[in-house]
Every structure is written in C-alpha cells, then in structure tokens.
C-alpha cells in the first residue's frame, strides 16, 4: 500500500536530523524528563521514534534502538516480498498444495489480513501480487504498463481468499501459481511490534512512524494528546487537510498519488482492486483510518480506496470504524467523515 506521510506535530521534535540520531529537549515543567528521538530506515520509508522518559543515557537509547532495529529485520525476513528469502517469497515459490509451517507473527498477520477481507467483501485481498507484479508494481522486472484484459483474466483464476487455506499455524494454497503480497498490512504490523517493544521496556508516552503508519501511546510532554496532521492528497504536496488528537490510537493512511504510472493522459494507481483485477479509478484520493492497532488500520485505509466512497463509509458505520475519506468529486475535493472519526478532529 502506498502510504500518504503522515506529519506529527510534535513541538520538542528537532528538524533536519540525520537518520539514527537521537535528539532530546528539557521539559520546562520538569527537568527530568525529556523528549528523545531515534531515526532510521526500514520496509523502504524512514521509520521515527518518539518517546518521553527519564533521562535516558546514550547507551541506553543505542541499545534501544538495537532492539528496534531488531525487530524490524525480524517482520522483513519474514513478510517482504521483496526480499527472496523471506518467510512469505519461499511460500510464494512453493508449488504444491501441501500444508507449510508458518511463524507466530506471520500466522497473526494472515489472521488478521483475513478477516478484514472478509469484512471488506474481498476489497482487501493478499492474494494480489500476480496481479501486482502484471502491473509492474511489484518487485519483479516487470515494466509499468496497462495489461490487457486476456491477461487480466488468466491471473483473477489463481487469485482470491478462497485459493489460501490458514488452518492453526499451517498455511496452503490450491494453485501453485497463488502468490501473498502483505504491503497493505505488514508495515503497520511493523509499528504495533515496536510500540509492543516499547512497552516491554516501560516506555508508555511514545509516537511510533513508519513511513507514515504510526501508533501514539500516552501523552505529549504538555500533558496533551498527540497532534496528527494528513498531508494534502497531491504530489509533492505540502500542508495538511486535516488535524487529529490521539492518544493509544493508531493512524494509517492510502492513497493513490504517490505511486502511479500514467499511460495516455490516464493515471494509473498501485492500488488495484482485487475483484476486477484493475487499477483503481480516482474516486477515493485519499482514506485515512483510526483504529486500536496499526495493522488493521493499514489494511482497513486501503480497503477503503478500493471500495470507494458510498460502500466505505457504509461499512464504517456499520463497524463503528474512525474513517476520512477524500474525494475527488469531478474535479472538486470533497471530505467524507465517519461518525467515528469526527470525535478525533480538532
């Protein structure tokens, strides 16, 4: 899934920092805590850190940061496509219907993955990446163009929940040639693990970003909630279009202006719906979910571009999900809001 930056209004955040630099500013109500930084790079975006605590010593912050990194080099090995060794690829290459063990935390994601597909009527699909990689979105060689609808329909015959069968911690496909793709899901399954870990080491006032996905625990240095901002859904675009209070919530937003090819004055999204195996036409620019957890919120945003926006905010409401939607309405924008999500807006 292609992530829209999300911009945290942090005021103690230092700008302009090199990656895996830690940075911490006084509180003035209290000296001994303070505000401390770590940056880095992982699932291709810049991952960010944010916590308050103690005075923390630099050994104690490497350390931490050791951890994270950890962590994250644990879920790629596991769940990156485009990474051949990994945990998802050699399921991907395998090529019979046999049953294959599967790790704890690739077992929960495929639950979870599973289950808002269900939610969604089939908008989220993990089976997509023969339909990914057709497009040219994938990590194959594969050039970015239009395929045809021959080719369309002959990879809409291997695709689909119904090709994969998850019984316990064993997973199997009924065509060999059914391939995972977990981009819309796995990084925020990144930023649940590395707020999990926080808490493991008695960190409870954090903001976690990874490219954009993040979990805020706690409260500001000010004892106030986390302000959130969504960028504005253009290229290159600066400025938000809307401000969020969190506190032990989680935000992810999809869009579909950040990774697209264009193809006779036609622009054509990553994001691809797994019904009709084409690229999403440019209803929904921009859905952004608040939720308990990262994961169901990465998977839930693009479900709802792919959904568009009567069906998306129908199921919303039905599932009492914080949803904004951003449409573009022949050319005008137009803002959706959830019941859910309008108690988060400043």
Not at 74 to 79: K, V
Not at 317 to 334: C, H, P, S, T
Request: hydrophobic share 40%; glycine share 6%; charged share 25%.
């Amino acid at each position: 899934m292609n992530i829209v930056r999300v911009c945290l209004l942090i005021p103690l955040l230092m700008a302009g920092m090199p990656l895996h630099s830690v940075a911490q500013e006084p509180n003035a109500q209290d000296s001994d805590i303070k505000t401390y930084n770590i940056y880095g790079k992982t699932m291709g975006n810049n991952y960010r850190v944010t916590w308050n605590a103690d005075s923390t010593t630099p050994q104690e912050v490497f350390s931490l940061r050791k951890k994270i990194e950890s962590r994250l080099e644990e879920i790629n090995a596991s769940m990156s496509t485009w990474r051949k060794d990994s945990e998802i690829s050699q399921f991907n290459e395998h090529t019979t219907n046999d049953e294959v063990q599967i790790s704890a935390s690739l077992n929960h994601v495929l639950s979870k993955a599973i289950s808002i597909g269900r939610v969604t009527d089939g908008a989220l699909d993990i089976t997509v990446a023969p339909l990914v990689e057709l497009w040219g979105f994938g990590p194959t060689t594969n050039a970015r163009q239009v395929p045809n609808s021959a080719q369309i329909n002959e990879v809409l015959e291997y695709t689909g929940l119904d090709k994969i069968k998850l019984s316990g911690s064993k997973l199997s496909k009924n065509d060999p040639r059914t391939r995972l793709d977990l981009s819309s899901i796995a990084k925020g399954y990144g930023v649940d693990e590395i707020a999990a870990l926080l808490e493991r080491e008695d960190i409870h006032h954090f903001l976690v970003d990874i490219g954009g996905e993040l979990v805020a625990r706690g409260e500001r240095l000010d004892g106030k909630p986390w302000q959130v901002g969504v960028d504005k859904p253009v290229v290159n675009g600066q400025g938000q279009v809307a401000m969020v209070s969190i506190s032990d919530k989680a935000v992810a937003t999809s869009g579909d202006y950040r990774n697209f090819f264009e193809q006779d004055s036609t622009r054509f999204s990553h994001i691809l719906d797994p019904k009709t195996g084409r690229s999403v036409p440019r209803q929904v620019v921009s859905a952004t979910v608040i939720a308990d957890d990262c994961a169901s919120a990465d998977a839930l945003a693009t479900a709802a571009v792919v959904m568009g926006v009567k069906p998306a905010l129908a199921m919303a409401e039905k599932q009492r999900i914080a949803l904004m939607l951003i449409e573009n309405y022949f050319g005008d924008v137009k803002f959706h809001h959830s019941k859910e999500f309008k108690t988060f807006l400043q």
